[in-house]
């Protein structure tokens, strides 16, 4: 299935934790937990441009093609080389402070990011708009 689309986050499990455990300040961690993230993705076979908008915050695209080590950016604005992978139909990708995967499930962009420092995982569930 295709990652191609435009979604806005519908709900989010454990934020406060995961921004806790990757050292967020508590008043960074305020100010973005009502953010309505929009991610936009487009896929050409194995070449994705991945970019998340943050309304009043930071926008970032990241460019990659599976399998090949890539330049990175995180929306805190560190940049790192990864190799995103796909693994059973999931964008799968290491994050300097955590581990990262995106799928479609019924027609919904989910994410998940699951911190290295053990603790719970931030997941977030995007709707295409309407």
Same mark, same amino acid.
């Given at each position: 299935? =295709?990652?191609?689309?435009?979604?806005? +986050?519908? =709900?989010?499990?454990?934020?406060?934790?995961?921004?806790? /455990?990757?050292?967020? &300040?508590?008043? /960074?961690?305020?100010?973005? /937990?009502?953010?309505?993230?929009?991610?936009?993705?487009?896929?050409?076979?194995?070449?994705?441009?991945?970019?998340?908008?943050? @309304?009043?915050? &930071?926008?970032?695209?990241?460019?990659?093609?599976?399998?090949?080590?890539?330049?990175?950016?995180?929306? +805190?604005?560190?940049?790192?080389?990864?190799?995103?992978?796909? !693994?059973?139909?999931?964008?799968?990708?290491?994050? %300097?402070?955590?581990?990262?995967?995106?799928?479609?499930?019924?027609?919904?962009?989910? !994410?998940?990011?699951? %911190?290295?420092? @053990?603790?719970?995982?931030?997941?977030?569930?995007?709707? %295409? %708009?309407?």
């Amino acid at each position: 299935m =295709s990652f191609t689309g435009k979604y806005e +986050m519908e =709900s989010e499990n454990n934020y406060d934790e995961f921004m806790k /455990r990757l050292g967020l &300040p508590s008043d /960074r961690i305020e100010k973005g /937990r009502d953010l309505k993230t929009i991610s936009e993705v487009q896929q050409d076979g194995q070449n994705f441009t991945w970019s998340q908008n943050y @309304p009043g915050g &930071p926008s970032i695209t990241n460019n990659f093609t599976i399998g090949k080590e890539c330049d990175m950016e995180t929306v +805190m604005g560190k940049k790192f080389k990864a190799t995103v992978q796909m !693994e059973g139909g999931k964008v799968v990708v290491n994050f %300097p402070h955590y581990n990262y995967t995106a799928e479609i499930v019924d027609g919904k962009l989910v !994410e998940v990011s699951v %911190p290295l420092v @053990p603790g719970k995982i931030d997941e977030n569930v995007f709707l %295409p %708009p309407a």
